[in-house]
């Protein structure tokens, strides 16, 4: 028996044990300062956001700002995704992943800390709802590339295309902050999206 200070709670929580209700959840991954996160919450209120950040002072600043002005149907945890993925995220119970702007780790010997490998795909795509959706932004076209032909190797997924249509309270776009930046350095960003479950079109 595992110490259990050591051991993972099983089975784990299910999204209605973490949020208390049982609206769809949408995942942000890498949420960093998390000002794309809260708005997108408080933009939502019929859905849950939960925002899973590996550094630990983002995700410290993050939990803060949650706890004095978020909205209730939002939380952030310090954690590595690819290690919550497999153990903790129950099958087809996320209804949208957000992943903006992943680190490109540019050293070809820093490649396999990059998120986007074959078995991290594969569990992003087990945990998707079906019909749920991959929203993915990227400044690096060639990492983008990479990632867009790993969900492309899929059959399960469809790519589409979407913009970013939503506004904050101020009436500003809702961007994370390296969109926000790229964007005002006149960067070229790719976007692209994947949906889970329909009919791949053959043209
Ligand atoms: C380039 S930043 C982008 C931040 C934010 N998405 C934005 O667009 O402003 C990438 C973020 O992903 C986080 N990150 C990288 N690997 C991660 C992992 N394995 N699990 C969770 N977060 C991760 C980093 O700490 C960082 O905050």
Redesign the pocket.
């Known amino acids: 028996m595992p110490h259990p200070r050591f051991a993972l709670p099983t089975p784990p929580p299910t999204w209605s044990d973490i949020f208390g209700n049982t609206n769809p959840v949408e995942v ?6 998390g ?2 996160l809260l708005a997108l919450a408080r933009n939502t209120p019929g859905r849950n956001f939960f925002g ?4 630990g002072r ?1 995700a410290a600043r993050l939990a803060s700002l949650i706890e004095r002005d978020g909205p209730g149907n939002v939380i952030a945890i310090h ?6 993925l497999p153990l903790m995220v129950w099958p087809a119970s996320v209804t949208a992943y ?6 490109p780790w540019w050293k070809r010997r820093h490649h396999n ?1 990059r ?1 986007f490998r074959d078995d991290f795909t594969t569990a992003l795509v087990r945990t998707l709802t079906p019909g749920g959706t991959i929203f993915l ?1 990227s400044d690096v076209e060639q990492y983008f590339t990479e990632i867009v032909r790993q969900f492309t190797g899929v059959a399960e997924l469809t790519p589409f295309a979407w913009e970013r249509d939503q506004v904050n309270r101020r009436g500003k776009p809702i ?7 790229y964007r005002y350095e006149g960067r070229p960003l790719f976007y692209t999206g994947f949906r889970k479950g329909e009919e791949r079109k053959i043209t």
């Open positions: 942000e991954i890498g949420p960093g300062k000002g794309f899973v950040e590996i550094l983002r954690a590595d995704i690819t290690c919550l957000h992943l903006y702007f992943p680190d800390r998120l932004a961007l994370t902050d390296f969109e926000r930046k």
